[in-house]
């Protein structure tokens, strides 16, 4: 168990990481909450290099495989992994907002959009 995961347990935060991936999950989290504020477009490659990053409404976590989840006001949309493939897991509510935001994060993932992984 890594300092930053025993320095997590018995805390909200590592409670609310449980509950959002699961019990053998770990979350590699940056010490530094200014480091993990972002833009859209940057969002994954923030959250692959200090473990989370916030942008906005978004937010995004990396977990131990490399792969990182992708939320929108707490709904977890996709999942892009370490080879830059994704993972649609949830539509949200398929507004402007839900769609502008995942093309604007996967535009420099791998050029997709919400379109090509909702199909809608």
Same mark, same amino acid.
Not at 4 to 15: I, P, V
Not at 58 to 82: I, L
């Given at each position: 168990?890594?300092?930053?995961?025993?320095?997590?347990?018995?805390?909200?935060?590592?409670?609310?990481?449980?509950?959002?991936?699961?019990?053998?999950?770990?979350?590699?989290?940056?010490?530094?909450?200014?480091?993990?504020?972002?833009?859209?477009?940057?969002?994954?490659?923030?959250?692959?290099?200090?473990?989370?990053?916030?942008?906005?409404?978004?937010?995004?976590?990396?977990?131990?495989?490399?792969?990182?989840?992708?939320?929108?006001?707490?709904?977890?949309?996709?999942?892009?992994?370490? $080879? $830059?493939?994704?993972?649609?897991?949830?539509?949200?509510?398929?507004?402007?907002?839900?769609?502008?935001?995942?093309?604007?994060?996967?535009?420099?993932?791998?050029?997709?959009?919400?379109?090509?992984?909702?199909?809608?």
């Amino acid at each position: 168990m890594s300092d930053m995961t025993k320095k997590l347990e018995g805390t909200e935060r590592a409670d609310y990481i449980r509950a959002r991936f699961g019990e053998n999950r770990v979350i590699l989290v940056s010490s530094d909450p200014k480091s993990k504020r972002t833009n859209q477009s940057d969002l994954v490659r923030v959250a692959r290099a200090l473990g989370e990053s916030v942008a906005s409404s978004w937010s995004a976590y990396r977990d131990e495989s490399g792969s990182v989840s992708v939320f929108h006001y707490g709904t977890h949309m996709v999942t892009v992994h370490a $080879d $830059d493939t994704v993972t649609g897991i949830s539509e949200g509510w398929g507004s402007m907002t839900d769609k502008c935001g995942i093309r604007k994060i996967l535009r420099k993932v791998n050029g997709q959009g919400y379109r090509d992984i909702f199909g809608c």
